[in-house]
């Protein structure tokens, strides 16, 4: 009787404390979601650099790319080469531009001579992958850098780059037009980026990036 009267309050323990750090985790995790308009844009107010770089996936932030440049603040912007999925009408031989032309079509009608935009990569398929590729592409006295992204992608953007590309000064300027709203649950479109970069944070300190065969 005593043994079993031992092992019943041992459970008990044990289910309280696991009752206890299930409250905390679940604390924790909607307070960080719940939070995330706050936490995941960064907004560095624009100066001088050496040049910008473009993040791969999304050509609708190459307008805020090109202003950057027509306001001086950089030479030169350089636009990264995601993975070209496969598109049906591509395959029939249909005009489908891939991003990079696009984006490269819309910063050269915004202004930017071809001469000033450079690629980097080729068939790029994360963060990590894009980062990477930067550090072997871009030249040594290229040390201050303006990086365009979407506001919901920066924190995680600068935690990656900031390790890929040490000692080079990261200054995040994401387009206002794409801010996240304080209530993001309330957005679909918001709702969705915030979902997938948790998602997404989560891979990168758990799984292997994903990289492309270059």
Avoid at 26 to 49: F, N, Q, S, Y
Avoid at 85 to 103: K, W
Avoid at 104 to 109: C, E, I, R, S
């Amino acid at each position: 009787m005593k043994k079993t009267s031992l092992l019943g309050r041992f459970f008990r323990r044990a289910l309280l404390l696991w009752g206890a750090a299930s409250l905390m985790l679940t604390l924790v995790v909607g307070t960080v979601l719940l939070t995330a308009g706050l936490w995941m844009p960064i907004e560095d107010t624009p100066r001088k650099a050496d040049a910008i770089v473009l993040l791969a996936g999304d050509p609708r932030r190459a307008p805020h790319a090109a202003e950057l440049y027509r306001r001086g603040f950089a030479p030169v912007i350089y636009v990264g080469r995601p993975v070209i999925e496969p598109d049906p009408l591509r395959d029939m031989g249909l005009p489908e531009p891939t991003e990079p032309e696009r984006t490269q079509a819309a910063l050269a009608h915004l202004g930017v001579p071809l001469t000033d935009i450079h690629f980097y990569g080729e068939g790029l398929r994360s963060t990590v992958d894009e980062a990477e590729h930067l550090a072997a592409t871009l030249p040594p006295e290229v040390r201050t850098i303006l990086v365009v992204t979407s506001p919901s992608h920066c924190r995680r953007a600068k935690f990656i780059m900031t390790r890929a590309l040490p000692g080079r000064e990261l200054l995040f300027c994401p387009p206002a037009g794409q801010a996240l709203p304080a209530s993001w649950w309330r957005d679909q479109n918001a709702a969705r980026q915030v979902i997938v970069e948790c998602a997404k944070f989560l891979f990168y300190f758990t799984g292997t990036p994903f990289r492309s065969a270059s």
